[in-house]
């Protein structure tokens, strides 16, 4: 008798466990930011906010979504204002703008570019690998060569800003990549400008979900200012500045790209949505697996990820305030702050 109610008491309590659990799931879903059934895109930083809107006139037409991160990515590669991505880009330390860049769609098909220099649109050149060659990567001369046979044209993409701020590192060269917050460069106590600072957010990375269902993903950037000749961070790096997994979602990044590297970043937050994590969850989970990997380190840089899963579901996160991303769909447009660490 007392087994059988035992019995009976651990059946029901395990039967109100169960639905308190789902009750629970469901209700940490409605917390999290949903667009069910519609097309949507996110990218990193305020500037985000004008490519969002190109990659929506694709986008909000029924379109493919990557064709529309295509478009999108290339307003910030174009405009000289932005000196993080393309064309006024910052220059390495021997004065050359050299450009990352990928692009993934909903069938693991990617390209990716490395070191291009000369070439306004490298997510273009990025796309071309992707489609018309059976690399998935080409880099500096290589690349250069693929983009003009395919009709680019070469032009300078170092503007008379950019080599002005580049002339004045000069007087000290020094490399110290600091946090970026505001909209200013950074200039520190001894003179000249940081790499890193709060004009070099480094990258932009957007991600998107069209009318279909399907999700594509890109990401560009002319890397951290003053850099070494040859240096790559995670921007053009399949896994680690950017993953899509048509299953499950995409994912993409931002910040001092060796530490995005170090723990394959987007395909870390990709494989933790897959283990059932909400955007936002995966992504501070990534972040922290930065923080275990060199506590230290972790407190003096920034990185940032963003993060849509197949349910319309976004979210980020990131190690220091400051970092921003931006989101459209056909029922909002805004910059959010993302949640941090520190």
């Not at 060569?145 to 070469?154: E, W, Y």
Request: aromatic content about 6%; overall charge neutral; proline content about 4%.
């Amino acid at each position: 008798m007392s087994t059988r109610r035992n019995f009976l008491q651990t059946s029901f309590l395990g039967s109100l466990g169960l639905f308190t659990g789902k009750k629970m799931m469901a209700q940490s879903e409605e917390v999290y930011p949903t667009v069910k059934n519609e097309p949507i895109v996110l990218s990193t930083w305020d500037f985000g906010k004008a490519a969002n809107a190109e990659a929506w006139t694709i986008l909000g037409k029924g379109g493919r979504a990557l064709d529309a991160v295509e478009a999108g990515v290339k307003i910030p590669e174009a405009d000289a204002s932005n000196q993080s991505v393309g064309y006024g880009g910052l220059p390495d330390r021997d004065g050359r703008v050299t450009l990352d860049s990928c692009i993934m769609d909903e069938n693991y098909n990617c390209g990716s570019v490395m070191c291009l220099e000369n070439i306004m649109h490298p997510v273009s050149v990025a796309r071309l690998v992707m489609e018309k060659t059976p690399h998935v990567v080409l880099v500096g001369e290589g690349a250069f060569q693929f983009a003009l046979d395919n009709g680019f044209k070469k032009e300078n993409l170092l503007t008379p800003e950019s080599e002005k701020v580049w002339k004045e590192w000069l007087k000290t060269s020094k490399y110290e990549p600091v946090m970026n917050i505001e909209n200013k460069l950074h200039k520190p106590a001894g003179g000249g400008v940081m790499p890193g600072g709060p004009d070099n957010h480094d990258t932009i990375g957007m991600i998107a979900m069209d009318a279909s269902g399907n999700c594509s993903g890109a990401c560009t950037t002319s890397g951290m200012a003053f850099k070494m000749r040859g240096r790559v961070g995670d921007s053009p790096i399949i896994g680690a500045g950017l993953y899509v997994d048509n299953e499950i979602g995409a994912a993409t990044s931002t910040g001092v790209g060796e530490e995005v590297i170090k723990i394959v970043g987007s395909h870390l937050v990709v494989e933790l949505m897959r283990q059932g994590l909400a955007p936002e969850a995966a992504c501070k989970k990534a972040v922290e697996r930065i923080i275990k990997r060199n506590p230290a380190k972790a407190k003096t840089v920034q990185v940032g990820f963003i993060a849509l899963n197949k349910k319309g579901q976004y979210g980020a996160y990131a190690l220091q305030k400051g970092f921003t991303y931006a989101v459209k769909s056909g029922k909002e447009e805004k910059i959010i702050p993302a949640k941090s660490i520190y």
